[in-house]
């Protein structure tokens, strides 16, 4: 497992909470590649990464006294975003993976709204944490195996710094792009949860284990 300093520990979970919002207009259409300068068509899963990466990053900047001095505000902006954008339901299946198969449809959706209340909780005041100054560079729009959405990878620019590579795995749900997953230098918080749940999924019911993420008793992590 990559070990990365707070910033980018909390980089999956800012990014996947606040940084991408899906088209509300767009239905499902034909995945392609995409070169870098042809990305970014208006409408397209790359477009919507970079415009609402680039309007979310200003909102963090204009509004970040007021998110410093009120923190419950800027729970409201983050959930709010999250809640836009973010399919759980389709994410947390992946991360239960095999504790997954047959599980009844509300257990899975308690365990990914604890899972997402948790995340939150834990690194949504990290937004504030960020160089706001950063760019945003779409290199690639690339289909997923099997007809499963689109990979759109992208590169945080930042001044002083190499790149940090992001990419978003997104899918149609519900006739609107959302995101299922993010990848920040190769590691995969899908993944990385899957790994971290799985002792406790082999002791216990998704149920109790949503409940003890919900109550604290258990914290996910980013590392």
């Known amino acids: 497992m990559i070990r990365m300093p707070l910033i980018r520990r909390a980089l999956p979970i800012a990014l996947a909470a606040a940084l991408v919002l899906p088209a509300t207009t767009v239905l499902a259409q034909q995945a392609r590649p995409a070169a870098p300068a042809a990305a970014a068509q208006a409408g397209s899963p790359s477009q919507l990464v970079l415009s609402n990466t680039e309007r979310v990053l200003k909102t963090l900047e204009s509004r970040r006294a007021e998110f410093t001095r009120d923190r419950g505000a800027l729970t409201t902006f983050v959930n709010s975003e999250f809640n836009a954008m ?13 504790h997954g198969r047959g599980a009844a449809e509300a257990d899975v959706k308690a365990f990914g709204d604890a899972l997402a209340d948790n995340l939150m909780r834990k690194y949504g ?51 609107t792009w959302k995101v299922f997953d993010v990848s920040v230098e190769g590691v995969s918080f899908v993944q990385t949860f899957r790994q971290q749940f799985d002792a406790e999924l082999q002791r216990k019911s998704i149920q109790q284990v949503a409940r003890e993420l919900r109550s604290g008793q258990i914290q996910a992590t980013a590392e």
């Open 86 to 98: 973010f399919d759980r339901d389709y994410a947390a299946r992946q991360v239960l993976g095999r």
């Open 125 to 175: 005041s990290s937004l504030l944490d960020f160089n706001t100054q950063l760019r945003v560079r779409i290199k690639s729009e690339q289909p997923l195996p099997r007809g499963l959405g689109v990979r759109v990878s992208s590169e945080l620019l930042r001044s002083g710094g190499e790149p940090i590579p992001v990419d978003f795995l997104m899918r149609q749900s519900g006739g």
